[in-house]
């Protein structure tokens, strides 16, 4: 029996539209990860699934802290294209999750903060590519 991901996002603008979404999202398997990232930490690695092309179908990063120096790369600590932290992150579907990587399997948390960051993953898989 699959386990179930009820998420809703809701966006106004002052004064202007407002749109909400609520869906409830079909997986195999789920994991939640909780990690601090020491300060001045650089590409402390968190894995976030086991492997495989297109597993990932739901991606939640929060924070205690968004900040501009507070970011993560995905399945190489050498890439050369960093993502801010600056704000929760959220992807749903293997669309929006294929943006970081066909496979994202690890990120790795960098924190240029003098203080340490909480940040908690939820990751919604297929377990049988």
């Known amino acids: 029996m699959p386990e179930?991901?009820?998420w809703t996002l809701s966006a106004q603008v002052i004064g202007g539209p407002k749109i909400s979404v609520?869906?409830?999202?079909?997986v195999d398997a789920y994991d939640k990860i909780h990690v601090s990232i020491?300060?001045?930490?650089?590409?402390?690695?968190v894995e976030i699934q086991p492997g495989g092309s297109g597993q990932v179908q739901f991606l939640?990063?929060?924070?205690?802290?968004?900040?501009d120096k507070v970011s993560y790369k995905v399945n190489?600590?050498?890439?050369t294209t960093?993502?801010?932290?600056?704000?929760?992150?959220l992807l749903i579907g293997s669309g929006a999750v294929g943006l970081l990587d066909e496979a994202p399997t690890s990120l790795f948390f960098s924190n240029d903060l003098d203080?340490?960051?909480?940040?908690?993953i939820l990751v919604g898989?297929?377990?049988t590519p």
């Open 76 to 79: 190489d600590e050498a890439s």
């Open 38 to 45: 020491d300060a001045k930490a650089t590409d402390a690695e």
């Open 125 to 127: 898989r297929d377990a």
């Open 115 to 120: 203080s340490n960051v909480s940040i908690d």
């Open 22 to 26: 609520a869906k409830t999202m079909d």
């Open 4 to 6: 179930k991901i009820n």
């Open 82 to 89: 960093i993502i801010l932290l600056d704000g929760p992150h």
């Open 60 to 67: 939640l990063i929060s924070a205690d802290q968004y900040n």
